[in-house]
């Protein structure tokens, strides 16, 4: 992460707390997925409490949250995504994407078999190397987040999330609605793409015609870096 990360994710800490940042970071990515994804209210529980032990078991830190929330991002405006017929995509996709952002955050892989205690045995092995597998090429394997395209529009969402909760005493009390999120731009185009096969199969493209919102930078990483692993350490 750069200069600009680090001091970003210090003002987040500062402004609104430690746990109340990752707390709402947290809810965003959730709130968004299911607005993007429009479900019933259990099944947007059932996201939230795989979301949430994710986080937990994994430690979840705010720079994590932030890559994901890119990475959400860059996802919606893809033309190939997972099916979204499926039940479960809601959950794949949020889980993925935090498998994703854990691993390039901190530059080393945990093994994905770690991953199914994560997610509390919903999905196997074989399902979550095929979900990333899949992830990856949506995302073409475009990663970074340190081009300053990027962390510009993190250092000023971040300046939002902090002016907005002036004042606010405590983390539930902030309706991340009235925030617009790096990820929530694309609500409008990405709802009329549904015509997406089973993540445990393959990709198909879209019929959408929709104009992306987005143009960050099309760099790609290789996954050359991740030479080191091992299993969460901690216990649930």
Not at 62 to 87: A, C, G, H, N
Not at 95 to 120: D, M, P, S
Not at 139 to 145: E, H, K, N, P, T
């Amino acid at each position: 992460m750069s200069l600009l990360a680090a001091h970003t994710f210090e003002r987040l800490e500062q402004g609104i707390g430690k746990e109340q940042a990752k707390a709402l970071l947290m809810k965003i990515i959730i709130d968004t997925v299911c607005e993007l994804l429009p479900c019933t209210q259990p099944v947007q529980q059932q996201t939230e409490m795989l979301a949430c032990t994710c986080a937990k078991v994994a430690n979840i830190s705010i720079p994590i949250l932030m890559v994901t929330i890119t990475y959400l991002e860059r996802y919606f405006q893809s033309s190939v995504r997972f099916s979204e017929k499926d039940p479960l995509v809601r959950s794949r996709v949020i889980f993925i994407a935090l498998l994703t952002a854990y691993k390039y955050v901190g530059e080393r892989g945990v093994l994905n078999k770690a991953w199914i205690r994560a997610c509390e045995g919903l999905f196997n092995l074989d399902e979550i190397n095929n979900m990333e597998r899949l992830f990856l090429g949506v995302l073409q394997y475009q990663l970074m987040v340190e081009d300053d395209q990027t962390q510009t529009c993190w250092r000023d969402w971040i300046e939002q999330l902090v002016s907005q909760d002036s004042g606010c005493k405590d983390c539930e009390s902030m309706s991340p609605a009235g925030v617009s999120s790096p990820a929530s731009s694309v609500s409008r185009t990405a709802s009329s793409n549904n015509n997406m096969p089973s993540p445990h199969s393959s990709l198909e493209r879209s019929n959408s015609t929709s104009k992306r919102r987005f143009s960050l930078p099309q760099v790609a990483t290789k996954l050359y870096r991740w030479k080191t692993y091992w299993f969460f350490k901690s216990p649930v």
